[in-house]
């Protein structure tokens, strides 16, 4: 196969049609479960799908060797893992303490090119690994799913090129494309576009210390979404003895030099913790989230004052994270709608836009434009599929506005997203006959879905004589993906 005049080897991970593994989680679709009584669950959530490719680049532009303990082990995670492995960077798996699954220990080496790297539907994958491999002598070819191939790269393709890379596409900006890496990058000034997305600033970020004199990185146009993420790279980069500059708006100085090898732990994933707290809203009673951190870089962390915003008490007393509510919606609780200006916290949006569908006056999301550029179109996605269940819903310039209705049976559909997934289950636990096409699009970062959305219902329930006789742990070692 040939790739913008690279041709070599192609991926195989994960494609049915070449032979890879079958998936086998999403035969058909999956009945979402509906609450019956308030519940009363604690869980543990595998590890930050931001946080573990972030290190893993990084370990892989160090100069030394790095430890990441319970890294995340799903499939956005493993075609970061793989591609860094093609480039040269050597990835082992070690014992951990067996409760997420192997640690990694990553040996940085040499960058080598003539590798065709799979994307699959990770953003991060294909706004990080490019300006890495641009340090890589020879070319490497980028592709991905179907769906990636919508997904907006021309923030990361035009700074390559600007920055002097050749880069082979067919000009729109998008997968598929090769790149042909000279072993390095002379760096300095350049200025992009990073309104459709903030990992675009991320990725040339944390290799622009690579770069020989450094980079910096101007943004031009409208607001940068998901500034939290950027603060996440600033805040990985420095922790590794980066010198970064970002005292002026829209403006980022990396000064060039080595990045450190470290040793350390990844936070749970707090985004992939909301729908088990939501859950807590639509059916009652209350759901924790063990190892909550006290202070984070993630995103997630914004939860614990968007969820009192529909009705629920967070508390966090020894490093685990409680949402109470008095009253579930399953259980005819009544809550207005809201007002979210969701700029910073996008990733967010799906599954808040689903509880919105559940309470019983309008609600309005703002800020969320760029989601018609993740997994898929996310703000037409949401408004399809709210609509399936009853609710009028309204595509805003930047977001949605949710007119609640009559909480209809519905196949609510993924659109290979795996927060679409996520936010089906949701409205399933109040609306009886919910089903959800394809559930194994959470793979994308939590394999362990299902089970785990079964063992908070299992749990026990409040006031239930039984509570207490099942610990209810899932092993979350024992899937993959
Ligand atoms: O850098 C990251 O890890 C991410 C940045 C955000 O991307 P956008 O800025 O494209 O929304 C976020 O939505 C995504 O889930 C993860
Ligand atoms: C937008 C998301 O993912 P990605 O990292 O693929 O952009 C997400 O996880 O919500």
Not at 144 to 164: C, H, I, N, S, Y
Request: glycine content about 12%; proline content about 6%.
């Amino acid at each position: 196969m040939e790739i913008f005049g690279y041709s070599g080897p192609r991926f195989d991970l994960y494609r049915d049609d070449e032979g890879s593994e079958p998936l086998t989680l999403g035969d058909g679709p999956w009945e979402a479960p509906t609450a019956t009584a308030p519940i009363d669950a604690r869980l543990q959530i595998p590890g930050s799908k931001s946080l573990t490719n972030r290190e893993l680049v990084l370990s892989a532009l160090a100069d030394a060797p790095s430890l990441l303990r319970h890294p995340l082990w799903a499939r956005d995670t493993e075609l970061m893992i793989e591609a860094l492995r093609q480039l040269g960077t050597k990835i082992v798996e070690v014992p951990g303490d067996g409760r997420f699954g192997n640690d990694l220990e990553i040996t940085p080496g040499e960058l080598e090119g003539g590798v065709s790297i799979d994307c699959g539907l990770a953003g991060t994958v294909m706004r990080f690994v490019p300006p890495l491999a641009s340090l890589a002598l020879g070319p490497v070819a980028f592709d991905g799913d179907e769906a990636a191939r919508r997904r907006p790269m021309k923030g990361t393709v035009d700074a390559l090129k600007a920055l002097g890379v050749e880069v082979r596409d067919d000009g729109r900006g998008g997968l598929p494309f090769s790149l042909y890496g000279t072993g390095e990058v002379t760096g300095g000034e350049v200025t992009i576009d990073a309104g459709a997305s903030s990992q675009f600033v991320s990725g040339l970020l944390m290799a622009g210390a690579r770069f020989e004199n450094g980079l910096t990185l101007i943004h031009s146009g409208d607001r940068v979404p998901s500034q939290p993420h950027i603060d996440m790279t600033l805040a990985a980069l420095r922790d590794r003895g980066v010198e970064i500059d970002d005292s002026e708006a829209g403006m980022w100085r990396v000064s060039p030099g080595s990045i450190d090898g470290c040793e350390l732990t990844i936070e749970p994933d707090l985004s992939n913790a909301e729908p088990f707290l939501i859950a807590a809203i639509v059916a009652g009673g209350s759901v924790s989230i063990e190892d909550w951190p006290a202070t984070t870089t993630q995103v997630g962390s914004h939860l614990e004052h968007l969820l009192p915003l529909f009705g629920a008490q967070i508390s966090v007393a020894d490093g685990v994270l409680t949402c109470t509510v008095e009253r579930g919606i399953a259980e005819g609780a009544e809550l207005p709608g809201v007002d979210l200006d969701l700029s910073e916290a996008g990733e967010l949006a799906p599954n808040l836009a689903a509880l919105c569908g559940l309470c019983t006056t309008t609600s309005r999301i703002t800020g969320i434009a760029h989601l018609r550029g993740h997994e898929t179109d996310r703000v037409a996605a949401i408004a399809a599929e709210l609509r399936g269940i009853g609710c009028e819903v309204t595509e805003l310039d930047d977001g949605l506005e949710i007119v609640p209705g009559p909480r209809t049976a519905h196949e609510w559909r993924s659109y290979e997203d795996h927060r679409m997934a996520t936010s089906g289950a949701i409205v399933g636990l109040a609306i009886e006959g919910v089903t959800v096409d394809d559930i194994h699009a959470t793979s994308k970062t939590l394999p362990q879905f299902t089970q785990l959305w079964q063992d908070m219902l299992d749990q026990g329930t409040v006031g239930d004589p039984d509570e207490g006789e099942d610990d209810g742990s899932v092993d979350l070692t024992a899937f993959s993906i």
